[in-house]
């Protein structure tokens, strides 16, 4: 493995020194060649190297520091590991860590430090050299601690905090990943290199010739020959004789096969709870909407409606722990988010219908304490955009009305798509319970009528011409690729005719009916008909997702390959692959889209990439989906137990678990987007 050095600009710091060791399978690593390098958006730069001892341990003097906004990583090629039992060096061993800026003294190289370098660098890392921007690997560095202590090559605190240690399987499939790491690191039997290398070759690629290639391969491809990796466990490390575990140097590890080798943690506090929409900002933070207030007793007849999170790229909570951002007429946001270019957050309430907006760097709310309201004439808002020019549009869903803020002033502010007599004011503008919105290249305004089987679609400046374009039932969320092309998840997706389509509805009118009651009050009908959607969800399991060209044809809807489940939020990556929420199948699916030399080999547009039932872990059931800078992956849990939610008396024990708790992230398997996301999908 070798890394061609590029001459960068270097800052005049005095020399520092980096002593660590290395290990593998659990033994001291002797002869290996350590070299430190700083990754910036050019080849990496090789700050010094050093050889291991026989005790694995190692001291690298560098004579200069790293370039400005550099990440500084450690390579180790070679060696033997005292627990390796064979003769001779192993010329296939490659190990990593990833310091970031600012590295610590002592140091530990191992499979632990490998894996959490690699999956949260896949998206910048090639063989041995890591390069790309800076806020990208600034992130991905930020991660590291997160799955792995660098300093002891132990357990990082996040992977065994309790959200994630026994609630998610990550932390065995972390461990599980290492074992099989070490089983070639140490030979644990003749062809050990050569099983694991056959496994981890990429589709269509060639095969790895050393194990820092492999683990990239992997966390690339993670459900490419995924259970047949599961099988080397039981090769590499069979249960002894008369015994119940393995002999391995990590424990816990994986009892069954995983889907997918992906890594996701789930983070929690800065007042996320029942998260809504979600929204990454040019820092790389993760901005929420919290359909309740954390730790309220919120079900559909008494919500408590909470306000806006902001977590840090790592997963810290930035915004008070239990009540977030609150203020600027915010209450009970649902799926309206968005940041503009100009620092400031844009949000809209279900239970408050208002508009409010926030300081991106302090939260403290812009808009006054009753929010921009319009003088009462808005109803429970939903979807919100910024646009390149400044401009804020916002949906109505209860009112089915749209809102445009003119260079984001609401002064300047005006309601479009109003109907008398049934008849659209705005030349041809309607729409029917507006749920989501986009702008695509031709400063076109798609928004979905989640109320219908439509999306509306208008030029910014002229939304009197409008058009009506056919996609599935119930479509909620909508993203715009490079190529100009709306992908629209339908959450009730094609029923096989319009008559189901109408008996589903019946019966689900009359669902609400019974739960809420004649005399209940608009307002609380429209709450209510949560219930119903939910119901006529379990009884109507599925969904699709449909493509639009730009000149407003589409093709038939894509299923997932049958794992796309009541679709509520979708994104588009910077290969132009289509990740979506399905909140019904507690998954993500990850769709190849229209560019196909970004897809696997042999793959169509809307093939799933993603293994049968989507990507999951630590999933309940989610609404919105966002890509990071650095091809992170977060997602939004909304509710955790809705039964509970919808009756009158829950149980004691349940009331606070209507919503649901947290984000979850899936680490690296994402092509990194620019941040805020402000029209299509755009390189950082």
Known sequence: MSVTAQPAELDAQTAFDIAGQVFAGGGRVEGATVTLWAATAVAPVQLGRAATGADGRFTISSAAASAKDA???????????????TDGDNDSMALMT??????????????????????????????????????????AAGNVPNLVDVTTGGLGPVIQDPLNSSQTSTLATFNTLAILLAGCLTRVRGDACDKFFAVATPPGGAAPTDTLTAAENIARNPAHQAETLFALLDEFYPVPAGELWREVPFIPYLSFAPSAWTLSLVFAGGGLNSLGGIAIDGEGNMWADDNFLAGAQSTIWVPFGGGISKIAPNGEPVSPMTVGYRGGG??????????????????????????????????????????????????????????????????????????????????????????VNGKPVDGTLQVNGPFHLAVDQQD????????????TRFPANDPGKADQIEVGYGPRAVAIDSLGNAWVANTLGHPGTKEMLALAKDKLESKVENHVGSSASPAERAAKMWFGLYQLMLKYPGGDVSMVRPDGTDQPPFDGGKSINGPWGI??????????????????????GARLETCPPGAKTGDPISPPGGYVGGLQIITDVAIDPAGNVWVANNWDRPDEGFKKEPESRFTTRFGGNGTVVFYGLAKPVKTPLIGPPRAP
């Open 71 to 85: 990440s500084l990583y450690l390579i180790a090629e070679g060696g033997k590991s005292s627990a390796d039992r």
């Open 98 to 139: 990833v310091l970031g800026g600012t590295p610590p003294a002592n140091v530990v190289i191992n499979e632990l430090t490998t894996i959490a370098s690699v999956w949260t660098h896949a998206q910048f890392i090639e063989g041995a050299a890591i390069k790309g921007h800076a806020l990208g690997l600034r992130i």
């Open 330 to 419: 915010i209450d009970g946001p649902g799926f309206g988010i968005a940041i503009g270019a100009d620092d400031k957050v844009w949000a809209t309430s279900l239970a408050g219908k208002t508009i409010s907006v926030f300081d991106r760097n302090t939260g403290e709310p812009l808009s006054p304490e009753t929010g921009y309201d319009f003088d009462g004439q808005l109803g429970s808002m939903q979807g919100i955009i910024t646009t390149l020019n400044g401009d804020v549009w916002a949906l109505d869903n209860e009112k089915s009305q749209i809102v445009h803020l003119p260079g984001g002033d609401p002064a300047k502010g005006r309601i479009l798509g109003r109907t």
């Open 444 to 455: 076109r305004i798609w928004v979905t009528n989640g109320g219908s089987n439509t999306v």
């Open 571 to 592: 994104a588009v990556d910077g290969n132009d692959n289509v990740w979506v929420a399905n909140a019904f199948g507690r998954s993500v699916t990850h769709l190849c």
